[in-house]
């Protein structure tokens, strides 16, 4: 899913608002990090697939896969990459077998999530044991968020919260774009007692309410 529509003529290029989150998902890419390209990484909510055009060129040696709902975004997806792979569905719904995927990634499409704790349940589901997570959303610094009602549904101590009673540990959470984007980074532990919604209770009994606790700025 795009934060902003990127549909713009040849000659115009870009909106500056694609080329910002264009700019924040290149950022959160290079957050992967490692000295070998991951076998397989997973776009959630890929709408027209810029970020895995990055990927591309960053990752070259690894498999690129692309979930969406809007059909009309991946018919775009597929010309702009027609090496890679694309599903149409829904985060809560993958269609991918289990333990098929090394990283997972979906960047601005949190917010839209309609049931967040089973999402993060299907996520840990296709991760391979040790494989890793990045959400990244908005969420503006100095309390300016609460002027950013829209995107209140990706606040960190939810998307924390959400994480674990999926299924997912979370390593920790970081700003980007001047503390303007909150990237919550997690990973499929290696050794689990499988967290399933609706199955298995989770140890987490309550979502939480108040101010988040500090988290990394930079």
Do not use: N
Not at 84 to 97: D, I, K, M, N, S
């Amino acid at each position: 899913m795009e934060l902003a529509s990127p549909q713009t003529t040849a000659a115009e290029g870009p909106s500056f608002a694609t080329r910002v989150a264009d700019t924040a998902r290149f950022e959160v890419l290079e957050l992967i990090g490692g000295s070998d390209d991951p076998g397989t990484i997973l776009d959630v909510g890929c709408g027209d697939g810029r970020l895995l055009r990055r990927a591309k060129h960053l990752f070259p040696s690894a498999k690129l896969v692309g979930v969406d709902p809007l059909e009309r975004s991946l018919r775009a997806a597929r010309l702009l990459l027609p090496s890679c792979t694309f599903y149409p569905g829904r985060v809560e719904a993958l269609p991918l077998p289990d333990d098929s995927v090394d990283v997972v990634v979906s960047t601005f499409s949190f917010h839209h999530w309609e049931d967040p704790a089973k999402g993060i349940g299907e996520i840990a589901r296709v991760l391979h044991p040790g494989g890793r997570l990045l959400v990244a959303d908005v969420w503006p610094p100095f309390g300016l968020w609460a002027l950013a009602r829209h995107f209140w549904p990706s606040r960190p101590s939810r998307v924390r919260y959400m994480c674990a009673k999926g299924g997912i540990s979370v390593i920790g959470q970081r700003r980007l774009m001047a503390g303007f984007v909150m990237v919550t980074m997690g990973e499929r532990p290696l050794f689990e007692k499988r967290f399933r919604v609706g199955t298995t209770r989770s140890t987490v009994s309550a979502e939480p309410h108040g101010r988040d606790p500090k988290v990394d700025a930079h």
